[in-house]
């Protein structure tokens, strides 16, 4: 079994090192296909799908070029620390892929085949199963609506059409005046969807009803 007391004290080899970034590259895809299949919140970013992949990629790299030699690991540290991140992480599941990515990383550029392998098969059942029971979740929760649009008299807001149309029930549960002429008003309901995967083309021919200004469809801390 290789150590990285191994890489110190034996050169590594072009073939190993051709090895170590493939079986990286291999996981690093497995890691980006899992990300792109099972994540389902706002901030999805194919750009950080791709960035799985290099990022465990560069991460075997690092692991290769430092081997057991402690002045490397510290010398790499001071040059990595002139890099500043300024784009903020918008979702935790993204914290989470970037620990994922530079684990498997870091096993492929020891040599570690088999933790690179089986982990990367490990962690991807248990993401998918965590988004099979969240989904299972989803069917059954409400959504929080609000609608703002102009009142037209007594006549039945065009809106209303379409909340019978893509929802199994819907109930008003607030109501109020945005104008001092009363003819602007903001409505909030507690909607069930037919189709969870139906929330962003509900919310696009709300906001092209006639008369409506301002839409906001509402899960927990999620919006549409």
Known sequence: ?????????????????????????????AISFVYRNTYRGPGYSIAFANAIVLLTMICALVIMTIGSNVARAFGLVGAMSIIRFRT?????ADIVYVFFALAIGMAAGGGYYNIAFTGTACVSIV???????????????????????????DDVPAHVSLLRRFCRSHQVINTRSLGED???????????????????????????ASGVSHVNLYFDEEQF
């Open 182 to 208: 009363g003819e602007r008003l903001e409505v909030a309901y507690y909607v069930k969807l037919r189709d969870q995967a139906s929330g962003e083309r509900f919310v696009r021919e709300l906001r092209q």
């Open 88 to 92: 903020a992480v918008k979702d935790t």
């Open 1 to 29: 079994m290789n150590t990285l007391d191994n890489v110190a004290a034996f050169p590594i080899t072009g073939i190993q090192i051709a090895l170590n970034i493939a079986v990286a590259v291999i996981c690093g895809f």
């Open 127 to 153: 993401i998918y199963l965590t988004a099979w029971a969240t989904r299972s979740v989803l069917h059954k929760q409400e959504y929080l609506l609000q609608v703002s649009y102009e009142a037209n008299g």
